[in-house]
Structures are given as C-alpha cells and as structure tokens.
C-alpha cells in the first residue's frame, strides 16, 4: 500500500510542479510559451482557463496534503 502511495505522491508532485509553473507570473513565466497568459495561441488565455487553472491547482495541492498526511500515518 505504502509503495503504491508512493508512486500516487510523485504523480501528483510532478502534475503540481507543472500547474504552477503554467500560472502567468509578473515575467509571464512558462505559461507564456503555451499561450496562457497572453491573448494569444490556440487556448486564448481568457479568465475562463486562468479559473480552471486555479482550480485544478488547488485541488492537487489539496490531493498532495491528504496523501502526504495519510503516508505519515500508515509509515
């Protein structure tokens, strides 16, 4: 259990380090190169995926403490 816990926890740690690294910062970061953060490319970067991409954050962030809680527990 504790070894397939373990694969889910760098799972999420990877999806999270690239959804953060997508928001649009004060240099643009890397979400500027997919066309988050500007009005160009093919998603538009309109409000509608800056809130799908807060929310999706959120929710990995949000994942990773439950399962970093529940692999104290259980080690």
């Known amino acids: 259990m504790t070894a397939i ?3 889910v ?11 953060v690294l ?14 988050v953060g500007s009005g160009a490319g093919p ?3 309109g409000s509608l995926v800056e809130r799908n991409l807060n929310r999706w ?8 403490a439950v399962n970093t809680v ?3 527990k259980i080690s």
Do not use: R
């Not at 954050?57 to 990773?64: Q, R, S, Y």
């Open 5 to 7: 816990l373990d694969a």
């Open 9 to 19: 926890q760098v799972f999420i740690c990877v999806i999270l380090v690239f959804l």
């Open 22 to 35: 997508m928001h649009s910062g004060k240099d643009s970061g890397l979400s500027g190169a997919f066309g």
């Open 43 to 45: 998603f538009g970067g």
């Open 57 to 64: 954050t959120v929710l990995f962030a949000v994942l990773f």
């Open 70 to 72: 529940v692999l104290l």
